[in-house]
């Protein structure tokens, strides 16, 4: 499994755009890229996923360079409920595949 | 939208205890995991269970451990003798399991277990 670089923590304000890079230099061929969203004392829950160029849906836009050695995942207009820890999870993401979490990146999101 | 389910939210129990953690995983789901949480640490893949056994599981998953799918909709982590470093934050997530390539895993709202 890739091994996943991001940062520890990052801060914003309301209504800015948060953007959330991560590495993964050694990511396979059939590998995707899979954010994930973790609230305290709840459950990650699925953000967005993709394998390269770009990916959007309601929530968040996910950037994938052609060579894929990272991806960004972009917030638009943050608000205070989007304080959580995001996690960056590279893997072929079929059948019963484990997911391994890194430490995330801990977002505060400041009025 | 269907979510997983969790009960109990909250367990403490002595260590020595057996503890049974229940999970409703979402109906047509093929495939369920379990993770634990240490406060302030990662998220870990403890096992995952499909057609009635277990698919892979990790060194944490020792033989105190054990998971069952009593039924058509439970599945369950038993610790058969806990430890005081059993005390996490213990997350059942389940997936869709078919062939197809992006798959997602739902998770429940967690049972948080103290041992003392």
């Known amino acids: 499994l890739a091994k996943t670089t991001q940062p520890i923590s990052m801060d914003s304000y309301e209504g800015q755009e948060v953007n959330i890079t991560c590495s993964h230099n050694n990511i396979a061929t059939n590998d995707y890229i899979t954010w994930y969203q973790q609230f305290p004392s709840q459950g990650p829950r699925f953000i967005i996923q993709?394998?390269?160029t770009k990916v959007t849906n309601e929530v968040a836009s996910l950037f994938i360079p052609a060579d894929r050695k990272s991806s960004t995942l972009s917030l638009p207009r943050v608000s205070l409920s989007d304080t959580a820890v995001y996690y960056c999870l590279v893997g072929f993401s079929g059948g019963y595949n484990k997911l391994i979490f890194g430490a995330g990146t801990r977002l505060a999101v400041h009025p | 939208e269907p979510e997983v389910t969790q009960t109990p939210s909250h367990q403490v129990t002595q260590m020595g205890q057996e503890v049974i953690l229940r999970c409703v995983p979402i109906?047509?789901?093929?495939?369920f995991y379990w993770y634990r949480q240490i406060l302030g640490q990662k998220v870990e893949f403890l096992v995952s269970f499909y057609n009635n056994e277990i698919s892979e599981k990790s060194e944490i998953f020792d033989d105190q451990f054990s998971v069952e799918r009593p039924d058509g909709s439970n599945f369950t982590l038993k610790i058969r003798s806990t430890k005081l470093e059993d005390s996490a934050m213990y997350f059942c997530?389940?997936?869709?399991?078919?062939?197809?390539?992006?798959?997602?895993?739902?998770f429940g709202p967690g049972t948080r277990l103290l041992v003392l």
């Open positions: 993709g394998y390269k």
């Open positions: 997530a389940s997936s869709g399991g078919s062939d197809r390539v992006l798959e997602t895993q739902y």
């Open positions: 109906s047509n789901h093929l495939y």
